[in-house]
């Protein structure tokens, strides 16, 4: 959450404001992103969310609830993703058992990817 009058960030997942080092990382991004001139468009690379995000971070309690929700919500029915994405402009994608792409900014795609698990391997 921006707080416009100060520039504050809070991030609601790790529940504290961020760092003034984080808070310039981040008008950094959405600065340049506007005034980028050539669209080199999709290089079809998927990055996973532990190469974006420290493993130590998924074990927050906040972080691992959301997960342990969206486990149990979607583990029962993969095709509840689609119902879920309706209301994100969604593309179906060709990975794991059930995938969407979805775009956080116009250039910046996510991919949401489900596998349903097999045995010894949960979802």
Known sequence: MLDLETGAIYDNV???YLTFKEVAGVYFILSLYPETE??????????SLLQIVSEHCLGYPLVRKNV???EELFSKDL???YKAAELLNYTRIDLGDAAIKVYALPRVPMVLALWSGEEGIPP
Request: proline letters at 0%; hydrophobic letters at 40%.
């Open 14 to 16: 790790l529940e504290r």
């Open 38 to 47: 050539d669209d080199v468009g999709e290089c079809g690379e998927l990055v």
């Open 68 to 70: 342990e929700v969206f």
């Open 79 to 81: 095709q509840l993703l």
